[in-house]
């Protein structure tokens, strides 16, 4: 009878065992599909083709590989529409990038533009800002500055582009979050729409705000924002390319001694 008592327990023992090696096994499952699964925006660490807003985790960087990436990566679908894109309260910066805020374009994509019809920027800053390959009906610039340099274009054929219509077109906000940087990037030759553009608190102790490939009905960066890398008024650390054209600039920048880090 012990005998078979014990046979009886080896045989729960087994079926024991066996149930927590399927248990364990489906743990493991579970956090490998985990880690696999899709981040749903606007999380950092990962890329985004908008419209979708389910997100790919992004690799490490190539300074700090063994860090995982708090990259927020915007990537604009070929011929993409959006209502608005609102970048609200980000704290940017890491050591080693040279940009915080980068508006760019992929390899092998030529002539594709960022439409936008009204961008504004308020209460941000950064050690120092570079705008190039730009076209806006009108420009109004008040920022406070360690020293600027202006050289855009006064072109009278660039238009005033108006974005009205919202049909078939997602609003995305991305907000309180700490992120190494912001990415934007076109991904086709026919470029993005987007209704409106709101830069809001978003501040960069390290990098620059690097901006390309825009096409703008206003863009107004007003009085609340600062760039400056403390180097003095007479090294330009917010430059506007002589590639930015405008019909109608409004240049209120102030220099002023300053640093953001």
């Known amino acids: 009878m012990p005998k078979v008592l014990r046979i009886g327990g080896n045989k729960a023992a087994f079926l024991s065992v066996g149930f927590v090696a399927a248990g364990f096994l489906a743990t493991i499952f579970m956090v490998v599909?985990?880690?696999?699964?899709?981040i749903l925006w606007p999380t950092a660490g990962a890329e985004y083709n908008l419209p979708n807003t389910v997100g790919q985790k992004l690799p490490s960087d190539d300074h700090t590989p063994l860090d995982p990436s708090m990259t927020l990566r915007i990537n604009l679908a070929d011929n993409v529409r959006l209502d608005k894109l609102h970048l609200k309260n980000l704290d940017l910066g890491k050591?080693?990038?040279?940009?915080?805020?980068?508006?760019?374009?992929?390899?092998?994509?030529?002539?594709a533009?960022?439409?936008?019809?009204?961008f504004t920027v308020t209460n941000s800053?950064?050690?120092s800002l570079d705008?190039?390959?730009?076209?806006?009906?009108?420009?109004?610039?008040?920022a406070k500055t360690d020293g600027h340099t202006n050289s855009a274009v006064i072109d009278s054929t660039i238009n005033n582009l108006v974005v009205d219509s919202d049909?078939?077109?997602?609003?995305?906000?991305?907000?309180?979050?700490?992120?190494?940087?912001?990415?934007?990037?076109l991904n086709g030759d026919n470029g993005a729409t987007i209704g409106e553009v709101i830069v809001d608190g978003v501040t960069a102790s390290v990098g620059a705000f690097?901006?390309?490939?825009?096409?703008?009905?206003?863009?107004?960066?007003?009085g609340t924002n600062q760039f400056g890398r403390g180097d003095g008024i007479n090294e330009s650390d917010f430059i506007v390319q002589n590639t930015v054209k405008s019909r109608s600039i409004t240049d209120n920048l102030i220099d002023t001694p300053l640093k953001v880090q």
């Open 167 to 185: 049909r078939g077109a997602g609003s995305y906000v991305a907000e309180n979050s700490i992120v190494d940087r912001v990415i934007i990037n």
């Open 33 to 38: 599909a985990t880690d696999k699964t899709e």
């Open 95 to 111: 050591s080693g990038l040279s940009n915080s805020f980068e508006i760019n374009r992929s390899t092998g994509v030529t002539g």
């Open 210 to 222: 690097d901006w390309d490939y825009l096409r703008i009905g206003t863009l107004t960066l007003d």
């Open 125 to 127: 800053s950064a050690p």
């Open 113 to 118: 533009m960022v439409n936008v019809g009204v």
């Open 131 to 142: 705008w190039a390959n730009m076209e806006v009906g009108t420009l109004v610039m008040a």
